[in-house]
């Protein structure tokens, strides 16, 4: 730090704004959500629909899935803070025990830009990052990413990039007055031989069927302001400065 209190040159980027200094933030993730808050906890959907590219053009299956959202500690990348939740979604065929597509990442929200930000990781060798803008209340958003993007892009391996390549792709999420939510999320897909891109299409609504469970720090500052109370804390520091 420089005598002023202001971030020394060290702490600087080459613009001159301090990108190493990080925010405390609030330990409570699920009251810092914003719109992602309605989608914490566990969820299922029974009436799930697909359309994917098979040999004779499109096919279509119905499908069940198990949603789960659970916050994760605050995330800082210097100044940047970002709440969110970690997800895990596992899909089947009505009646079938063998997985149908199975999902893992994260839903972030930064509430400094107003933006949510959503990772895809599936193990047929694929990944992605999309966003979209959205407000605190929003109870509606659309995030997106694109292939050959150095940000809010798409990888995936070899056979798919030359077979299936995904060209872009979308979610949207709506939040239900009766408090499910639903996605309407789509992949336009490159596939040799055919003329136009292919729609890869995936739909569900989902009902809570749990609660979240509370991130560690929330848990952490729960025990000590049961213990001492959070005023109790802050006026013990204050005492000892």
């Known amino acids: 730090m420089s005598f ?33 808050g309605p989608m914490a906890g566990i969820w299922e959907g029974v009436r799930g629909t697909d359309q994917h590219p098979v040999a004779e053009g499109a096919g279509r299956d119905a499908y069940f899935e198990r949603y789960e959202l659970q916050p994760i500690d605050r995330q800082t990348n210097g100044p940047q803070l970002l709440y969110g939740l970690r997800y895990h979604t596992h899909i089947v065929k009505p009646g079938e025990v063998e997985t149908f597509h199975d999902q893992v990442g994260y839903w972030l929200w930064e509430p400094a830009t107003e933006e949510v930000t959503f990772t895809l990781g599936i193990p047929r060798g ?13 109870t509606e958003f659309e995030l997106h990413a694109t292939l050959g993007t150095e940000v809010y892009g798409i990888l995936s391996n070899p056979f798919l990039q030359a077979n299936f390549r995904t060209i872009n792709y979308r979610i949207h999420v709506t939040v239900n007055d ?31 069927i749990a609660p979240p469970t509370p991130n560690p720090l929330a848990v952490a500052a729960a025990g000590s302001d ?5 005023g109790d804390l802050r006026q013990e520091g204050r005492t000892r400065t």
């Open 126 to 138: 694929q990944v992605l990052l999309a966003n979209g803008p959205a407000a605190p209340d929003a």
């Open 4 to 36: 002023d209190g202001r971030p020394g040159a060290e702490e600087r980027g080459s613009s001159g704004v301090d990108i190493y200094t990080e925010p405390d933030g609030d330990p409570d993730t699920l009251t810092n959500l914003g719109p992602l």
């Open 226 to 230: 049961h213990s001492l109370g959070i």
């Open 178 to 208: 009766d408090g499910t939510w639903s996605y309407d999320e789509e992949g336009m897909l490159d596939i040799p031989g055919r003329d136009e891109l292919f729609s890869h299409h995936d739909g569900n609504t989902l009902t809570r």
